[in-house]
């Protein structure tokens, strides 16, 4: 999945939890997640490769919305393959030059 965005900001608004801690939790994120995929002209995007196994009891817009989910998860933290993957397409990139 190839997942492109520009000046992300996570805005939480739990309806059960103190004003405080959706704050604490939107600042976490903001400041563990990327904010741009490309991060900069110089650099690759993140292409990830992810799996989402479908339930056949459940409706098509079930399996949609896990891959979106999943998708994302994986762009935004990615896992040691999909970064192995990344940093050789990084290396590749910069060996055009």
Do not use: C
């Amino acid at each position: 999945m190839k997942f492109l965005y520009h000046d992300l900001e996570v805005d939480l608004n739990l309806p059960k939890k103190a004003k405080w801690k959706n704050s604490v939790i939107a600042f976490a994120a903001n400041t563990a997640l990327n904010s741009s995929n490309p991060g900069s002209a110089k650099l690759p995007p993140r292409i990830v490769q992810f799996r989402a196994e479908r339930n056949m009891n459940k409706g098509f817009i079930n399996i949609i919305i896990k891959s979106l989910l999943g998708g994302l998860k994986e762009t935004m933290i990615m896992s040691k393959e999909n970064k192995k993957a990344y940093r050789a397409a990084k290396k590749k990139m910069k060996g055009q030059k």
